[in-house]
Structures are given as structure tokens and as C-alpha cells.
């Protein structure tokens, strides 16, 4: 029933090439926020360590679309500015989305760019806030380029180092998955929970 879910699955339909093309497009482009880029990563990784392509080809590929993924976010955000807060919402968009990133963007500055590649959704948002917010290309470049590396051999690394670990991890990648996507959307609960809490301590 899964079986639609399963990152080997998606991989082996769609080829390193593919994954190159969803980190891409979660990296920056608005529409992107679905994809599911820390468990492609991560099985990729796992992948590679089956030798069925190279963790240096896969790392270097993902960095490069990472980095310009954001980069061409950053461009987006830099040419549509404040319009995007009043967008409407659309199949692709949710106004909530850039609302709750500007929140963490907010909150943590410069760093949101290094922070938000590990949080689904806000990193799609981060670099197209900082486009709107004008902030310095070349420090946003230099941001860029860390959490990109950092997201990439983390999660890819993770999986290359357990399938050299764990015999036959490939049985058990959807539990592996899941709890990556649990962990990685903790910082967003705790987000909201903690705005709540502020909320209700107004009232």
C-alpha cells in the first residue's frame, strides 16, 4: 500500500539525474516544497553504498543543485519582493507556507539559510525570503553553500553509512524514512507550539 512512498522505488524510476532535479526544485523553486528530498538523499546514499553509482557523484551532483536551486530561489524572491505576502493561495502555493518560513527567517537571520535545509517547507521558503529581504548576495552565497553541503552529506552520508553497517537495511527503509520525516518536522512543530503558547498568554 507504500509501496508508492518507497524512495527506492522513486529512485530507480527516476535515476541519479532525477534526484539531482528534486533537490533542485525543493531547494527554490516555490512549488517544490512537496518533494521529498531528505529521503531521496538519504536512500540515494544507501544506494551508493550498494555500488549502484558513485556517493562522490551523487554528493557533488546534489551540492551543485542545491546550491543553485536556492540561488535561482534567492533570484525569485529578489524579483517578486513583498508581492509574494499578498499572493493568492494556488495548487502549487500556500501563503501559510511563506508566513511560517518569514517566522523562522525572522528569528534566526542570516543563519535561517543553514538552519532551514533541514526543516521541510521552510527551506524552500528561506532563500526566496532572503531574495525578498535584499539581503547581500555574496553572504547569502556563502550560507548557501554551507547548508548545502551540510544537508547533502549529512542525510546522503547517513544512508551510505548504514548500508555499509546494517545487512539487508533495504527491508527496512520505509520505518527509516518515516523517522526522518518525523525528526525533520520537529522544529516546525515546536514553532507552532511555541507561538500558540504566546498566543494564549495574551488572552
Given at each position: 500500500?507504500?509501496?508508492?512512498?518507497?524512495?527506492?522505488?522513486?529512485?530507480?524510476?527516476?535515476?541519479?539525474?532525477g534526484v539531482f532535479a528534486v533537490i533542485f526544485a525543493e531547494s527554490g523553486l516555490f512549488f517544490g516544497f512537496f518533494l521529498p528530498g531528505?529521503?531521496?538523499?538519504?536512500?540515494?546514499?544507501?544506494?551508493?553504498s550498494q555500488h549502484l553509482f558513485s556517493i562522490w557523484f551523487l554528493?557533488?551532483?546534489?551540492?551543485?543543485a542545491a546550491i543553485a536551486g536556492d540561488s535561482?530561489?534567492?533570484?525569485?524572491?529578489?524579483?517578486?519582493?513583498?508581492?509574494i505576502f499578498t499572493r493568492e493561495d494556488s495548487f502549487f502555493f500556500r501563503k501559510k507556507h511563506v508566513e511560517r518560513s518569514h517566522a523562522f527567517y525572522e528569528k534566526y537571520g542570516a543563519k535561517a539559510i543553514v538552519l532551514a535545509r533541514f526543516v521541510p517547507i521552510v527551506r524552500t521558503f528561506a532563500p526566496i525570503l532572503a531574495g525578498v529581504g535584499t539581503?547581500?548576495?555574496r553572504k547569502f552565497l556563502a550560507y548557501n553553500a554551507i547548508g548545502g553541503a551540510s544537508w547533502v552529506i549529512c542525510l546522503s552520508g547517513l544512508?551510505?553509512?548504514?548500508?555499509?553497517?546494517?545487512?539487508?537495511?533495504d527491508h527496512y527503509i520505509l520505518p527509516i524514512i518515516l523517522l526522518i520525516i518525523l525528526i525533520s518536522f520537529l522544529?516546525?512543530?515546536?514553532?507552532?507550539?511555541s507561538a500558540r503558547k504566546k498566543t494564549n498568554s495574551k488572552h
Open positions: 500500500m507504500l509501496h508508492f512512498l518507497d524512495p527506492l522505488v522513486i529512485i530507480k524510476a527516476i535515476g541519479i539525474l531528505d529521503s531521496l538523499l538519504f536512500t540515494a546514499g544507501l544506494l551508493a554528493v557533488i551532483g546534489c551540492v551543485i535561482v530561489g534567492y533570484s525569485f524572491g529578489s524579483y517578486i519582493g513583498v508581492r539581503m547581500n548576495y544512508g551510505y553509512f548504514l548500508g555499509n553497517s546494517i545487512p539487508n537495511i522544529p516546525i512543530l515546536y514553532e507552532y507550539l
